[in-house]
């Protein structure tokens, strides 16, 4: 079944001119068609609709999963009241949980759909964790060898920021890197269906605001988080 995801305002990627009111056509988990909201309604009679508030762009890839999903910890929701909420990095704190490789893959399980709540739909690897790697697959995230995100100007950039800061591709970029370097291709016809919406105006909003305005991700066509 078609579905058309419009928004208020729509960019398909890095240099394209942003389209006020414009929507993209999903066919299964490839792109049908983009363009000006009432363009793609009138020329898909039938279709699926959904409205976003904000900017859709192309998904997100997170240049620096590796130090999030197997150098940091994703408290279970029980563990909240004695190790809190966000990932934890610190080598001490992680001996100290010793950690076995199923619990990494569970902890990496609610790591990637944290990921999904930040625009994520790719993520650079590989993994040297096995449990990983199977949470990885089966979030359906798009696994890219190296990142063209994770260069920067100098090694003091480079550096991985915080592990909470991970979660969010924006923000871990290095100061004044535009937001559409974590953006994962353009969305054009035939092109997998991966792209996110943000509660953001326009794309300078966004690279204040962050992947944290995530209100919605599609993933190979598949809504997989929308914020209530």
């Given amino acids: 079944m078609l579905t ?3 928004a208020e305002l729509l960019l398909t990627g890095p240099g394209a001119e942003p389209v006020a009111d414009g929507a993209v056509v999903v066919d299964g ?14 020329e898909h009679p039938g279709a699926r609709e959904r409205r976003w508030p904000g900017l859709l762009t192309p998904g997100l890839l ?4 590796a130090a999030l999903l197997e150098a940091a910890y994703h408290p279970d929701p029980r563990e909240a009241e004695r190790l809190g909420t966000e990932p934890l990095a610190d080598p001490a704190v992680l001996a100290d949980l010793g950690l076995a490789d199923a619990r990494w893959g569970e902890s990496a399980r609610r790591g990637t759909q944290r990921m999904l709540r930040h625009g994520t739909t790719a993520v650079a690897g590989p993994f040297a964790r096995p449990a990983v790697r199977t949470a990885v697959a089966r979030a359906g995230l798009v696994v890219i060898p190296g990142s063209r995100a994770s260069a920067a100007p100098d090694p003091a950039a480079a550096a991985d920021p915080p592990a909470p800061a991970l979660l969010d591709p924006i923000a871990a970029l290095p100061a004044g890197t535009p937001p559409e370097t974590t953006f994962t291709g353009p969305l054009s016809p035939g092109a997998r269906a991966d792209f996110a919406v943000f509660a953001v105006a326009a794309v300078a909003e966004l690279a204040t605001r962050g992947a944290a305005s995530c209100v919605a991700t599609v993933l190979d066509g ?3 988080f929308r914020r209530r």
């Fill in 222 to 224: 598949r809504l997989v």
């Fill in 29 to 42: 988990a490839r792109i049908a068609a983009v363009g000006p909201y009432e363009e793609m309604a009138a």
């Fill in 62 to 65: 997170n240049a620096r999963a």
């Fill in 4 to 6: 058309i995801h419009g």
